[in-house]
């Protein structure tokens, strides 16, 4: 499947990304062989064979997981710049749908 410079430059603009043209054609390059190459793996007959999430057995070591009280709201938002109705009021990022407002 090949991708088009216009579609590597929808995901850079999704991704707030710009590039210049050299490395525009360089990235449609390496994102058309990563995607030829997802295209091979599909192919290998995989057909009996179990699914796997992880080759080795792991314990975990770490603390057992216990729910405990948490802080109050109050105390929280003490270190807000600025809150609304109770929550954290952040920038905008998304303006009229569009990514990269």
Do not use: Y
């Not at 109050?74 to 990514?99: H, Q, R």
């Amino acid at each position: 499947m090949a991708i088009s410079e216009e579609q590597v430059k929808h995901v850079a603009k999704l991704a707030k990304l710009s590039f210049s043209d050299d490395e525009l054609t360089g990235f449609t390059d390496q994102l058309g062989k990563i995607i030829d190459m997802v295209e091979q793996l599909s192919e290998a007959d995989t057909e009996g064979v179990p699914f796997t999430s992880n080759v080795i057995d792991t314990v975990n070591v770490m603390r057992e997981d216990v729910a405990t009280e948490g802080w109050s709201r109050d105390e929280l938002m003490k270190n807000v710049p600025e809150s609304e109705d109770g929550f954290i009021k952040v920038p905008a990022i998304i303006d009229n749908g569009e990514a990269g407002a």
